[in-house]
């Protein structure tokens, strides 16, 4: 059984920073892939970044150059730096894993931007 558990979120004003991170239980994950998606109200749940075992990333198109994923694998937690967030990024954002064809999710984190 594999744990996501998100944390980080919160409310910050237009051009803000905040950092979340994703802790995962057991020994997987230094062997998955893993990504970090957001879902607006009223919205599909979007792919915002994602990080290979080999560090490799992806970005969607609307964050790229503002937001940055990373991973440590000594402490099984991925990171999402954003920076310069905008109103549009309001969303609760999701971890996620895909582990032997089984996927995961946390529980998301509420990222709220606004004056």
């Known amino acids: 059984q594999v744990q996501l558990v998100e944390s980080g979120g919160g409310l910050v004003q237009p051009g803000g920073s905040l950092r979340l991170s994703c802790a995962a239980s057991?020994?997987?994950?230094?062997?998955?892939?893993m990504g970090w998606y957001r879902q607006a109200p009223g919205k599909q749940r979007e792919l915002v970044a994602s990080i290979t075992t080999g560090g490799s990333t992806n970005y969607a198109d609307s964050v790229k150059g503002r937001f940055a994923i990373s991973r440590d694998n000594a402490k099984n937690t991925v990171y999402l730096q954003m920076n310069s967030l905008k109103p549009e990024d309001t969303a609760v954002y999701y971890c996620?894993?895909?582990?032997?064809?089984?996927?995961?999710w946390g529980q998301g984190t509420q990222v709220t931007v606004s004056s």
């Open positions: 057991g020994s997987i994950f230094s062997r998955s892939g």
């Open positions: 996620r894993t895909v582990v032997t064809g089984m996927e995961y």
